[in-house]
């Protein structure tokens, strides 16, 4: 067993074209550069990558170690990919133009609006699967919305209370995220409804921090990239460390794929396909999962509180 490191590195040589052998970095120096940082680590994986698929623009950096697509990023991106629909149309304005956000936001005294995933500090969102892995152009352009509202409810005829919530979240799923071409794969679906339902059972325990013990996804439709998706995620119960959460998700009918002009807009002011009421509406998909507040919880770094 001694000597198999210097096997390895024979058996190696021998089977590796010259010209490739100076690409041959060891393990752990890898190890070493992605400690580092991102920065340092993909320097690895473009020596890695053929000189074709290495040589190329790099994309544009993250705006305080956040991937998400921001305004300010806007004019950049829109001469790197004019013809995207998430860099010609501003996502928030249409968000704010949803009958349902509309209502959320008069209803401030029920539900408070936050965005979790621009509250993470940048050193840990850029690790974050969510927050940092699948943010960025084509992928999650914008961070969530997230309106939440808790409340107290009684259990065991008045003795013990506990606190319940409900989740309303927003969000664009691009075209880069899809399992059979133009379909959204249904793993990133279940990950959404696994992030939303953290953030509605926090509520529920004093830490804040609930871990998945269960999930269960029922796909009802085909989900499709470029639009609009709302998350509704609700406490159905809270037994001491353990609370279960139910919920379904929702596209609306507007379809982003193409830019969207003036004369689309004119035809949104009443709201039509940004209603999740809509006919053209479509419910994807159903889920439920029960979370467990962990006994270690002290020691871990809260992301859903803020």
């Known amino acids: ?17 010259r010209s490739l052998r100076p690409a041959l970095i060891p393990a752990v ?32 950096p993250p705006v305080d170690g956040a991937p998400f697509y921001t305004s300010s990023q806007s004019t950049q991106s829109q001469k790197q990919a004019p013809n995207h629909p998430e860099n010609t149309t501003s996502l928030d304005a249409l ?13 401030r005294r029920l ?47 008045g003795k013990k209370t506990a606190r319940t919530s409900s989740v309303v979240s927003v969000f664009h799923i691009g075209r880069d995220l899809c399992g059979h071409p133009g379909f959204v794969h249904g793993g990133l679906l279940s990950v959404l409804f696994d992030e939303v339902f953290a953030r509605c059972v926090s509520a529920a325990f004093p830490s804040g921090l609930g871990m998945t013990a269960n999930l269960n996804v029922d796909f009802r439709k085909p989900a499709l990239p470029d639009r609009l998706y709302v998350l509704r995620a609700q406490t159905t119960k809270v037994d001491g460390r353990k609370a279960w959460v139910e919920g379904r998700m929702t596209y609306v009918p507007l379809s982003l794929s193409a830019p969207l002009d003036e004369k689309s807009f004119d035809h949104l002011q009443d709201g039509d396909l940004l209603s999740e009421d809509h006919e053209g509406a479509v419910m994807v998909s159903e889920a439920s999962a029960l979370f467990v507040e962990p006994k270690f919880a002290d020691s871990m770094v809260s992301v859903y509180r803020t």
């Open 1 to 17: 067993m001694s000597n198999y490191p210097q096997i390895t590195r024979t058996l190696m040589r021998a089977s590796t074209p």
């Open 29 to 60: 120096s890898i190890a070493r550069l992605h400690q580092q940082g991102p920065s340092r680590s993909a320097v690895v994986h473009e020596q890695a990558l053929p000189q074709s698929q290495a040589t190329g623009p790099p994309p544009p």
């Open 95 to 107: 968000i704010s133009q949803m009958p349902l956000v509309q209502s959320l936001r008069q209803s």
């Open 111 to 157: 539900y408070k609006e936050s965005r979790p995933h621009l509250a993470i500090p940048p050193a840990i969102r850029q690790h974050h699967f969510v927050g940092g892995s699948l943010a960025g152009n084509g992928k999650l352009a914008m961070a969530p919305y997230m309106w939440t509202s808790s409340q107290k409810s009684e259990l065991e005829a």
